[in-house]
């Protein structure tokens, strides 16, 4: 999967007139991790693309170029013409796969930066296993690995007694939903 967010990195960066060590040392990583983002040679894993949102105060979704920043309604939101729950489920999407997983991708990192650190620790990292899954494309199917989080956020929120607030559960219904998008 080409994702532009290497590219939207050093944008942000260049815009504050810091250098790549400086970025490099506001989060506490090396220069040389910083130049293969901007290169485009390896992503930045899910905490770091968390920690790069908050300090360039953008979105997750812009950082990895699924929407730009003069919008203010999210990329899911633009797909679906905002409808309802029922109404998702019933439209057809005639996007790829590969669309799916953009839209997971934003969904995954923007459910993990608003999280309890502490108390949301497990869900955090299996989100965190599927958002690099889908980025490495290690199953061969993104419709595979959104089916999978489903079935694997249902048991850790069960298993951890992990209570979600209001906008995180609309995140996790609208990233289940991608599963119930049928192809025509």
Sequence with gaps: ??????????AQRTQRGW??????????????????WELGRSYPDLESLVQLSQLFGVTTDQLLGLTSPQPKRSFFSVLFH?????????????ASGHDRAEVALGLIADLVANLDDQHDQPLRQL????????IDQRSGSNLYV?????IGVSKCLQQNEIMLDEDNERRLKALLALNNVHYM
Excluded: C, F, P
Excluded at 1 to 10: A, D, P
Excluded at 24 to 31: E, G, N, V
């Design 19 to 36: 250098s790549q060590q400086d970025l490099a040392t506001h989060l506490l990583m090396t220069r040389q991790t910083i130049s293969k």
């Design 82 to 94: 905002k409808g309802s729950q029922q109404q998702m489920n019933a439209m057809k999407w005639y």
């Design 146 to 150: 959104i089916t999978r989080i489903g």
């Design 1 to 10: 999967m080409k994702l532009s967010v290497g590219k939207n990195i050093k």
């Design 127 to 134: 989100l965190a296993s599927y958002y690099t899954e889908l």
